[in-house]
């Protein structure tokens, strides 16, 4: 049987890692009088053996341009199948965490840790009672993003989170160029897992689209795990600030 407390890690994260779409984009604050201080997100994340919807807010009351406090709420739910011998389990999940942190910026650099209560529930059919992610669990999650723009043309992102629910964790890393002044393209890998499971993703990520009020931030590539699944994956997350 392969635990799969990682999922929650994935779903939690990628969450977090919308911290490379705020700092992407134009170091908007508002009028000035009255700066931007909520992040608003969401998204959705697929691949052959797993959905999962995410969404939630930063609030950073000095505002998102300035070092200061930081909340995350976020919540998210899905489905996910594994094998537990010869039987496939498909496992539904819902999640929610609060986490306090810190934002540190300045002209080319931001970085946000946070962390905070972490709550999971997992039901699991047909039932797995070797599984402990069975039921509600609560504990603590920590994370922490990075994003370094050396250049106006060229932009790196990095992004971590851990649940002591399973042990799980989720990690991310991108390169990105500027395109036509609208958007920022290249390579991100990622990699998560817990004590039992591990998956890594190579792919490509296109980041920083506006349409409105909306920011959106897309990727897809390949994926391939510990229990030798493979296939694509793909990704869509977008924001709004107030």
Request: charged fraction near 20%; hydrophobic fraction near 40%; charge should be neutral.
């Amino acid at each position: 049987m392969r635990i799969v407390a990682f999922i929650a890690s994935a779903s939690v994260a990628a969450a977090s890692a919308l911290f490379e779409a705020d700092a992407a984009l134009a170091q908007a604050t508002g009028d000035g009088a009255h700066p931007d201080r909520f992040l608003l997100f969401s998204g959705f994340d697929v691949w052959r053996n797993g959905g999962f919807l995410h969404g939630g807010m930063l609030w950073s009351p000095d505002g998102l341009s300035q070092d200061g406090f930081t909340l995350k709420v976020l919540f998210g739910a899905g489905q996910y199948r594994y094998r537990s011998g010869d039987r496939e389990i498909t496992g539904t999940q819902e999640l929610g965490g609060v986490m306090p942190g810190w934002r540190w910026k300045s002209d080319r650099l931001e970085v946000v840790t946070v962390v905070g209560l972490d709550i999971q529930s997992h039901d699991l059919r047909p039932q797995d009672l070797g599984n402990p992610l069975r039921g509600v669990h609560a504990g603590l999650r920590a994370g922490a993003d990075i994003w370094y723009q050396p250049n106006g043309a060229m932009m790196l992102n990095g992004s971590v989170s851990g649940s002591s629910v399973g042990t799980s964790y989720w990690t991310r890393g991108a390169i990105g160029w500027r395109v036509s002044d609208r958007f920022w393209a290249g390579p991100e890998i990622g990699a998560e897992g817990d004590t039992k499971y591990r998956q890594l993703r190579l792919g490509l990520h296109a980041t920083g689209f506006r349409a409105g009020p909306l920011e959106w931030s897309l990727g897809a590539g390949y994926v391939h795990d510990s229990d030798h699944r493979a296939g694509a994956y793909g990704r869509i997350w977008l924001l709004t600030r107030q």
